[in-house]
């Protein structure tokens, strides 16, 4: 038999806000333990919580940008349970009025996947666990993270990546959240079932929990599946339970049961009041929104011609299409620019950190001026390339590596003599290729090209020099 | 009807022990406390949901950074602390 | 008159230094908190820097504020920095605040000299001050008697004259019950009125600050002090109209006063007889008496313990040994330490409501107890308003009886629970009210009354408080105890 995974995700996806949700201690990643703690943040008796007002707007900004509806009237609620990170035993969140409601992210094979909710609630210290005893470090209580819950609508390990790697790009895009996995700033649970194709019916569910990279989602749920496949197949059932995820041995294996059962006891938080979003200002935050990668990409592909995967590459990061945006103003063949952008920058900015932050020694203006040199048949593109390393090492405008023997174009005359010269020194070449071997005129180009210090065209070379050999 | 079960699971919530001898003693409280709340059972009531008591909405701070307390001062009353952290041993 | 306004005077005109009398306060503590144990913690260092500071201000011909140097106290459960704060619980035994409690800075910066915490029942739960660590607060009316609860202490403090005024919390009747038991005046201001930052919640909807006075103008002078917003609170509104002060003396002819009968049901003739006698007195002041019915306020009490008991198995949670106060000595496991310190480190009371409070929000009982506890609550609020309609403000027994012997309120958790039957409809609405002595029982114990208040209506209340008080004066009797002025 032939079996369908089924899948959903929730992602908690920390807020790049400066400080805390409920308190104005600092976010920011790491620091020594308990430094970036106040009275509020540890639950002291007697201590209030505040709401952040960036936190709702950011929520929101997640939500417009995943096509959600945005609640008129939210709350925040107690979630009760006894941990050691979690310093007032309950976790302020979202229970039955979330902010945000009904979204979807639609992937490129046309499939929706729906997302159910976004909320926003606030993160747990960390656990040190050394000698057998465990060390509490509070630091990152509190910071603020949304929810996004999908329904189970993946159906296929590779639908999980490219929803993961999107909803980074949109998050990153907004300007919500730096989406590190490895940092921590973006963590998935994955709720895996399978189940006969064409079945309706939806099978036991597993959670998987402790993945941080892309990868190891892929892999563990690629595992997972098997797993419960075989599970079924041996006549077993699959026991609904949260697994962890090994990726020294891409394994899932059972978390240790809580020793509580599950009962949250949820009820409104009576410290905070209720959050009231007009529709005016959700227009305004809409109206405030960048434009979102994917209509960038279409953008790129229809009105500028840019092949569909050099788009891609284009629009991943938002500061790489913005500065190609700024790049190519005044510019007619925008693909110039990103020829340059993929080719010569992208092997400058190796790491994804890197092409993130696209902190490039040559401003997009500098490129603009260069490509107009082209586009004004002022220099040619092999000098220009040549030019572009110089000035993404120095930092330097193009002008300071073009002298004035470069500029301008080699007139008619001259070209006729260079390419008669390589002509006459070259007898085997014109030879060979009067007798066929369209190659050995690459030599010839190259004879011509040195005699003119690249300032040729090579497309006029090869004109000129077809037309002399005859 | 509270049960001896029903005391032993919220207890397990609460986080307390309720020692075996104490356990219908406190049962049987319970169930005269809840006996007493079951009063407002047939109370009638609009249906209409209680927001918080002197409705109030979009109370909020800014986005900008106060100074956290220094480490010392966040562990100072922490019964056990080592290396600047919360220390919960694992057993004495 | 007022004990505030007369201190005042004392240090203004140099009668008295503030030294000397906070010395004698010191030493009427000294002298008279083994029998009636208002203090639990005494902080002399405290109250005699600041007196230190008062006398130097004096001594260079400044002026002070009409707090400025007056010895007061608060409840254990407010956050005093540095010092000890238990909500009289063994679990937070050793806990010094690293941050002051909004009222407490706002008080200590208007110069306000701390004679130390008073006692109170554990984290405020109980009637009589009795489930307290440290034993029960007596009444300095006859100290075989409670102070009542669960301010017991600031309460006996006041009327034993060994603090000017006191700061009580009060979440459903705290302030007022022991104000009514000690032959005082306690005012329960709006829900919102006064920051509850760093008051160590018990259950955060309902609780609020308050004064405990030994009269109206006290009263008056303490919350118009303490009634700011404060952002760090976001439940806090501040006081939404002037000060209460400034019409205290107002005339309050004309005023109805509205008595609604379920408040009658159930309690002792004594009580019944001395607020009917309050009524005349209130009409030979030229207002009106409007009797009218409220049925939802006999659904009070138990919406009040459903809705108190929940909040507070989730604002109790957080002492597990990790971070603050006691820490099981023997254990294996930190889920076995969390258990064993709660286990330990609670008392019977509290540990009975947290057990309640989850009972009533756990899974299959939310619906039933939480949430149409939360809906009559709606209910309740919406009558009183539609009272307000007709009246000025309410006026009701305090307690049905007066204070008990001491160990007579923790034998029947249920019975106990009902003496607090008059008091919890204002903090279900969270409403002003204050308790002011109108009388006392055969054997000489103090009875009380409220005036209740519509929302942020504190001045309207005091005002007519002071108006009685000012032709009911033996009602306010002093008592035996402290430093006499």
Known sequence: MKYELVAGFETHVELSTKTKIFCGCTTAFGGDPNTHCCPICIGLP?????????????????????????????????????????????????????????????????????????????????LIHAHGDTYVDYNRGGVPLIEIVTEPDFRSADEAREYVEKLQQIMRYIGVSDCRMQ?????????????????????????????????????????????????????????????????????????????????????????????????????????????????????????????????????????VSEYFDEAIKDIKNPKTVSNFIIGSIFRRVE???????????????????????????????????????????????????????????????????????????????????????????????????????????????????????? | MVTREDIENIAILSKLFVAEEDLDKLTEQMQEIVEFADAINNAPDSGEEFDNINNLSNVFREDVVVESFPSEEILKNAPEQAEDHFLVRNHT | MSIIKKIHDMLSSKEISCKELTEQYLSEIDKSNGELNAYVNITPEVALEQAQKVDEKLA???????????????KDNMSTKGIETTCCSKILTGYKPIYNATVWDNLESKGAVLLGKTNMDEFAMGSSCETSYFGGATNPFNTKHCAGGSSGGGASAVS??????????????????????????????????????????????????????KTVEDASIVFDAISDYDPKDSTSQGRQKGLTYDTINNDIKGMKIGIAREYLEGIRDDVKEALLNATKVYESLGAEIVYFDMPAIKYALPVYYIIACAEASSNLGRYDGIRYGFKAEHYNGTHDMMCRTRSEGFGEEVKRRILLGTYVLSAGYYD???????????????????????????????????????????????????????????????????????????????????????????????????????????NFKDTKWGVKL
């Open chain 1, 351 to 470: 790491t994804e950190k890197d092409k993130e932050e696209f902190a490039v020694a040559t401003s997009p203006k500098q490129l603009n001026q260069l490509v107009k040199m082209i586009e004004d048949k002022k220099i040619q593109n092999n000098l220009a390339k040549k030019t572009l390393e110089q000035m993404l090492d120095t930092g330097k405008d193009c002008t300071a590596f073009i002298d004035e023997s470069d500029l301008g174009g080699i007139d008619d005359s001259a070209l006729t003599s260079m390419c008669q010269s390589a002509i006459d020194s070259n007898p085997n070449a014109v030879a060979d290729f009067k007798s066929g071997k369209e190659k050995a005129l690459m030599a010839l180009l190259g004879n011509v090209m040195k005699q003119s210090r690249g300032k040729a065209d090579a497309q006029s070379v090869k004109a000129k020099l077809i037309e002399l050999i005859g």
């Open chain 3, 160 to 213: 034993g004259n060994i603090a000017a005024y006191a700061l009580g919390s009060d979440t459903g009747g705290s302030i007022r019950q022991p104000a009514s038991f000690c032959g005082i005046v306690g005012l329960k201001p709006t829900y919102g009125a006064v920051s509850r930052y760093g008051l160590i919640a018990y259950a955060s909807s309902l609780d609020q600050i308050g004064p405990i006075t």
């Open chain 1, 46 to 126: 007697g201590t209030l919580p505040k709401l952040n007002r960036q936190v709702v707007k950011y929520a929101i900004m997640a939500g417009l940008a995943t096509n959600c509806e945005i609640a008129e009237v939210a709350k925040m609620d107690r979630k009760n349970y006894c941990y050691p990170d979690l310093s007032k035993a309950y976790q302020i969140s979202e229970y039955d009025k979330p902010l945000c409601e009904h979204g979807f992210i639609q992937l490129s094979n046309g499939r929706k996947i729906r997302i159910l909710r976004i909320h926003i609630e606030e993160d747990a210290g960390k």
């Open chain 3, 60 to 74: 260079k011909g400044e002026e002070i504020g009409m707090l400025e140097g007056v010895p007061m106290t608060l």
């Open chain 3, 368 to 474: 039933a107890y939480y949430k149409k506890a939360q809906n009559l609550r709606g209910t309740i609020l919406k009558a009183f308003n539609d009272a307000f309609l007709n009246c000025d403000f309410i006026l009701a027994p305090t307690v049905p009886m007066t204070a008990f012997e001491m160990g007579h309120a923790v034998s029947d958790p249920v019975e106990t629970y009902l003496t607090d039957i008059c008091t919890v409809p204002v903090n279900i609405a969270g409403l002003p009210a204050v308790s002011i002595p109108c009388g006392f029982n055969a054997k000489g114990m103090p009875i009380g009354m409220q005036l209740i208040g519509n929302k942020f209506e504190e001045a309207k209340i005091l005002n007519a408080a002071n108006m009685y008080e000012k032709v009911a004066k033996e």
């Open chain 1, 183 to 319: 940092e921590g700033s973006m963590r998935c649970d994955v709720n895996i079932s399978v189940r006969p194709e064409g079945s309706e019916k939806l099978g036991t569910r597993t959670e998987i929990k402790n993945m941080n990279s892309i990868n190891n989602i892929v892999k563990a749920m690629e595992y997972e599946f098997e797993r419960q496949v075989d599970v079924i197949e041996n006549g077993g059932k699959v026991i609904q339970e949260t697994l962890r995820y090994d990726d020294a041995t891409n394994t899932t294996s059972s978390m240790r049961g809580k020793e509580d059962a599950n009962d949250y006891r949820y009820f409104r938080d009576p410290d905070l009041v209720t959050i009231l979003t007009s529709r005016e200002e959700v227009e305004e935050i809409r109206s405030m929104l960048p434009e979102l990668p994917e209509k960038k990409q279409e953008r790129y592909i229809d009105e500028y011609g840019i092949p569909e995967k050099d788009a891609q590459l284009l629009t991943k990061y938002r500061k």
